[in-house]
C-alpha cells in the first residue's frame, strides 16, 4: 500500500491548512489512518488517528479541538483538518496506515508508531508568527 500525502504549505498563525492522505488500495477490515508528525531536532509523534471501520477518531492532547480528522471512503482517503495554527505546530506531517488484516488495537496503542505498517513521504506544514 502507497500512502500520498499532500496539502502542506506555509500559513501564519492562527491560520487554517487541510491535508489529504490517498491511499493506493482500499483500506478494510481493522485498517486504522492516522497522522503523525517531526518538527526538527524533535522525535516523530502521534497527531491524530481514525478506524476506517466506524469513523472512531483519537487526537494528541496539543491539538485537540483545533484539528479535525476525517475519513472518505470513496476516495479511500483521509483528511486533516487544521485550525488555529501555531508555530510549534510546524514539522513535516506523515500519514500513516495500519493494515486491515492485523488485529484490532485499542485506542490507546495506535498512538504509537509500530502500530501501522505503512507510511507516506510527508508534506511540510510551516506557520510563521
Known amino acids: 500500500v502507497q500512502l500520498q500525502a499532500s496539502g502542506g504549505g506555509l500559513v501564519q498563525a492562527g491560520g487554517s491548512l487541510r491535508l489529504a492522505c490517498a491511499a493506493s488500495?482500499?483500506?478494510?477490515?481493522?485498517?486504522?489512518m492516522g497522522w503523525f508528525r517531526q518538527a526538527p531536532g524533535k522525535e516523530r509523534e502521534f497527531v491524530a488517528t481514525?478506524?476506517?471501520?466506524?469513523?472512531?477518531?483519537a487526537y494528541a492532547e496539543s491539538v485537540k479541538g483545533r484539528f479535525t480528522i476525517s475519513r472518505a471512503k470513496p476516495e479511500n482517503s483521509v483528511y486533516l483538518q487544521m485550525n488555529s495554527l501555531q508555530p510549534e505546530d510546524t514539522a513535516v506531517y506523515y500519514c500513516?496506515?495500519?493494515?486491515?488484516?492485523?488485529?484490532?488495537?485499542?485506542?490507546?496503542?495506535?498512538?504509537?508508531?509500530?502500530?501501522?505498517?505503512?507510511w507516506g513521504q510527508g508534506t511540510q506544514v510551516t506557520v510563521s508568527s
Open positions: 500513516a496506515a495500519r493494515d486491515g488484516g492485523r488485529n484490532r488495537l485499542i485506542t490507546s496503542q495506535l498512538r504509537f508508531q509500530g502500530g501501522y505498517d505503512y
Open positions: 488500495a482500499r483500506p478494510f477490515g481493522n485498517s486504522v
Open positions: 481514525t478506524r476506517w471501520s466506524d469513523g472512531s477518531t
